[in-house]
């Protein structure tokens, strides 16, 4: 199986619903963090993938880097895996990564 075969098998959404449980956070505690209402919040977990800005949000909002922890993720044991260590340093990876994503979108 080769990678794009793996990014197709991923359900973001089941994998949101899973952090959102570890963390005890609720529906109503998340929606209001990534500034969405409920009936969003139960949309997202549905889908199959999500946009970037989105991803963003809810990796800010949970403290969890989706991007690099569920896509970039070790497929190989030679695989050198990167881990974050404390919420802060996964929340200034994620503040680069959108103000990496602004400066793409201005360039359009």
């Known amino acids: 199986m080769d990678f794009t075969e793996n990014i197709r098998d991923i359900h973001i959404g089941t994998i949101i619903q899973e952090k959102l449980t570890e963390k005890s956070m609720t529906i109503s505690e998340f929606a209001a963090r990534i500034n969405k209402e409920r009936s969003t919040i ?27 922890n569920v896509y970039f993720k070790p497929q190989t044991s030679s695989t050198i895996s990167i881990s974050i260590k404390t919420e802060e340093a996964l929340l200034k990876k994620i503040n680069l990564l959108e103000e990496f994503f602004c400066f793409l979108k201005s360039k359009e």
């Open 42 to 68: 139960y949309d997202i977990l549905r889908r199959k993938s999500l946009d970037m800005e989105l991803l963003i949000d809810v990796s800010k909002a949970l403290a969890y880097d989706f991007i690099h």
